[in-house]
């Protein structure tokens, strides 16, 4: 069953996109609830898994090499081969998100290493020797202008320059 997000529920969530740290009376006064009603809805939305409230890094400001890898898997492979697959992509240590998606390839990758060759070493890490997989692209990182539905305006004036 889907659930579906009122208008003050998705003001909250915004205001939380904003500023992870704000405060239920303070989003309470931005939206016209009380803290005690933000409290209850938010606790509610991470209750059911649609929010969770989590650290965003930007490997580019880091200084950090970061990559997206679009992975086709073998119509023939099996599902358990699949299925740990994505266990050991989503317990990989460098690996930052991880989505099934539709199209032309099955699995996009978000993954990032200290510098060029460490992350080198991390994907050939995760792509060696998959029996899954039937072809990938990489596409390296560069700059970092919006993530998580944030956009990050400092990275265009960084690019004006």
């Known amino acids: 069953m889907k659930t579906r997000l009122s208008k003050k529920d998705w ?12 405060s239920d009376a303070e989003i309470g006064r931005r939206i016209g609830l009380s803290k005690s009603a933000v409290r209850w809805r938010r ?17 580019d400001k880091l200084g950090y090499s970061y990559a997206f890898i679009l992975i086709k898997l073998k119509p023939g ?25 539709w199209g032309d390839y099955d699995i996009l990758v978000g993954i990032f290493g200290e510098d060029t060759q460490h992350l080198r070493k991390n994907v050939i890490e995760i792509l060696q020797e998959e029996e899954c997989i039937h072809d990938y692209k990489i596409l390296v990182g560069v700059r970092t202008l919006k993530g998580l539905e944030v956009p990050f305006k400092d990275a265009l004036v960084e690019q004006e320059k």
């Open 11 to 22: 003001q909250i969530i915004k205001l939380l996109k904003e500023n992870a740290r704000m």
């Open 43 to 59: 606790i509610n939305l991470q209750k059911s898994g649609c929010l969770f409230i989590s650290a965003y890094l930007r490997f």
């Open 77 to 101: 492979a099996s599902k358990e081969q699949v299925i740990s697959f994505k266990k050991k992509l989503m317990d990989h240590e460098y690996i930052f998100e991880v989505y099934e998606i």
